[in-house]
């Protein structure tokens, strides 16, 4: 999926990334000065630098080399002193044991296509923290594609059909539509190898347009009252 141009169009401004999930990650997430940070999924380091920014001391991991490319190039433009790595999550070889203060996931469960799949990387987020590190992940609500609202899902759809593919559809605040081959998963699915895996979960959210976000935006009008988001906070 993350061809040039895909990734390239994935940097351009979407609305629930710009205006819902920034001011709300960068509030979960609190004070980063002299953090240790690994941005787990971390495309083309949209994140990785708003936490660098805020004085963490960065590492991206992704699989993809287009990703990396535009992350590495926003580096080379204007260093933040941001590591990248180019591995898969599953098996974060290239990483210590108990290196990170934080461990972040943000948009990368539902591009997993196994659940086997989740519990390595669960597992791999564990080892690479240090024991009270932060696993901070912000992902689609898993009750999003059942309201239909904007996704290709196959037939006979339902909830509890861990793993089936979908197209998830967004629209970038330029009015342009952007397309994500995902694979849909359950909150079930989710705590389940987070609790194996041998984390302590500590919150979840639901963060959703307020009115007064509605009424600046009014794109966000069709989602008064429908799930959008989640976000899951553990200790190890
Ligand atoms: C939807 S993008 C999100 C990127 C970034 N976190 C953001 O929100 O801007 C998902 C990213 O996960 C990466 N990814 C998917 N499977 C991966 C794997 N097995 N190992 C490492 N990265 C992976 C993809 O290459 C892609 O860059």
């Known amino acids: 999926m993350w061809t040039k141009k895909h990734s390239k169009k994935f940097t351009k401004a979407e609305h629930s990334k710009e205006f819902l999930r920034k001011p709300h990650t960068l509030k979960e997430l609190g004070n980063l ?10 495309g083309s380091g949209y ?5 660098a920014q805020r004085g963490a001391d ?11 490319a535009l992350a590495r190039k926003e580096e080379g433009r204007k260093s933040l002193g941001i590591k990248y790595l180019k591995g898969d999550f599953t098996n974060l070889k290239k990483i210590k044991s108990n290196r990170y203060d934080i461990a972040v996931i943000i948009y990368a469960l539902l591009e997993i296509p196994s659940k086997t799949k989740i519990n390595k990387l669960f597992q791999e987020a564990y080892r690479i923290l240090k024991k009270g590190g932060r696993l901070f992940i912000s992902d689609m609500h898993p009750f999003d ?9 196959p037939k006979g759809f339902h909830y509890f059909m861990s793993g089936a593919k979908m197209i998830a559809y967004a629209k970038q605040v330029d009015g342009s539509l952007i397309s994500f081959k995902d694979y849909h998963w359950t909150f079930e699915d989710y705590f389940d190898s987070l609790t194996k895996a041998g984390f302590v979960i500590t919150s979840l959210k639901e963060p959703r347009p307020s009115p007064s976000l509605v009424k600046k935006i009014p794109y966000f009008k069709y989602r008064i009252g429908l799930p959008k988001d989640i976000t899951i906070v553990c200790r190890k």
């Open 33 to 42: 000065k002299g953090k240790r940070l690994v941005d787990i999924g971390c």
């Open 47 to 51: 994140w990785t630098r708003l936490f």
């Open 145 to 153: 594609p059942i309201t239909h609202a904007r996704f290709k899902l």
């Open 58 to 68: 960065c590492t991206g991991v992704d699989i993809s080399e287009n990703q990396l």
